[in-house]
């Protein structure tokens, strides 16, 4: 039989990995790393004149090579209170030449200030990028409001299984409505996985961690968060469904919200308005509702405001806008629009087949 070398053997079996930092001396380097960043040493070679030594220490292997230090090579360090190393400083450098980065462990959320403009978005000619789990990702705030707000239309064209794993974003908010298709999706303490169709939304709270499993050919989801630019954390020892089901529970402030368009009241379909239920599970950070030809008559003056954000996108049908440009302006489905503050914008006509999204924040 056989007996594998150690070439054989696949990359899983590896458990350790170190990085390799040469130095012109060994022990002022090898003080640093223990008494000033709190390393450790596990070994050193050869006692008499070392040449290397091994360090550990803040989830690092580090091997200290006596030799040529070559360019200067960069350590993120992540402490509660990188200030707690003296100096008050966010950067060090060791005797080596390397330059240690001092960074909190888990900075505070920035919200940029954002800036106020009429945005149009136009599905016509629109441009696709490709992101992350093979999904394609159109961009319908180009410019981010200052980077306060990114919403996009996201697709999947080709059904099946989803390269996805559990993860949460850091944001202060982030909304999914479900535009065309269904897509199966799973959410940590709120039970087992479940279909998001068309017409569907979920408010995801700050921080829930979260799965994408399939979905159908060609699905379409508007997505809107803030901030625009924020981390997305992989969690790859949490499996989904949790055995914990916890409805209610808070996440940063929020209620997780699942709204099923087919459940809706009645009462919502014939006013030609469907709340999403957004506002009780934000504590009133956000609003959202659909609204159709039936209910448009109460858009007329309701986009003038003096909130953050407004924002509109067509899911089906046309609309005829006058006041938020020069000229009368006309949406058609797939078309985006931010109105900003302030402006006149008044509904001038719809068709009859009027289907549209809106999101305000802070919630009206």
């Not at 594998?4 to 930092?21: F, H, K």
């Not at 070679?45 to 070559?70: K, N, Q, V, W």
């Not at 068709?351 to 802070?362: F, I, N």
Request: with cysteine; hydrophobic share 40%; glycine share 10%.
């Amino acid at each position: 039989m056989h007996q594998g070398s150690a070439d054989d053997q696949p990359a899983e079996s590896i458990r350790n990995a170190e990085i390799v930092l040469p130095c012109a001396e060994l022990q002022p380097t090898l003080d640093f790393f223990i008494g000033r960043l709190g390393f450790r040493l596990d070994c050193i070679s050869p006692a008499d004149d070392p040449r290397t030594a091994l360090i550990s220490g803040h989830g690092l292997r580090i091997a200290l090579r006596r030799g040529d230090p070559g360019p200067p090579v960069t350590l993120r360090l992540l402490y509660d209170d990188p200030l707690a190393l003296g100096q008050g400083a966010g950067e060090l450098r060791a005797p080596n030449g390397t330059r240690i980065e001092l960074a909190e462990r888990s900075p505070a959320l920035v919200i940029p200030p954002g800036r106020q403009e009429l945005v149009v978005s136009r599905a016509t000619g629109a441009s696709w990028v490709s992101g992350r789990a093979g999904m394609r990702y159109r961009d319908l705030i180009p410019g981010r409001l200052g980077g306060r707000f990114i919403a996009s239309l996201i697709q999947i064209r080709e059904g099946g299984p989803v390269a996805d794993h559990v993860h949460f974003h850091n944001v202060r908010f982030q909304m999914i409505y479900c535009a065309k298709g269904w897509v199966r999706v799973v959410y940590k303490d709120q039970g087992p996985p479940f279909v998001l169709a068309a017409g569907d939304c979920v408010l995801q709270p700050p921080r829930i961690h979260h799965r994408v499993l399939e979905s159908s050919a060609e699905l379409e989801v508007v997505e809107v968060t803030c901030p625009a630019e924020h981390d997305t954390f992989l969690d790859h020892e949490l499996e989904l469904p949790t055995d914990i089901v916890r409805p209610d529970r808070d996440f940063g402030g929020q209620r997780f919200v699942r709204h099923v368009a087919t459940a809706a009241s009645l009462q919502a379909q014939r006013s030609g308005c469907r709340d999403l239920g957004l506002a009780e599970a934000t504590a009133g950070l956000a609003s959202a509702r659909v609204v159709l030809a039936a209910g448009a008559a109460s858009l007329a003056q309701a986009w003038r405001h003096d909130g953050e954000f407004l924002f509109v996108y067509l899911l089906a049908g046309s609309l005829v806008l006058q006041g938020a440009a020069p000229e009368q302006m006309r949406l058609d489905r797939g078309d985006s629009l931010v109105v900003p503050a302030g402006a006149d914008c008044v509904l001038a006509s719809h068709s009859d087949d009027l289907e549209l999204l809106e999101l305000r924040l802070p919630g009206a």
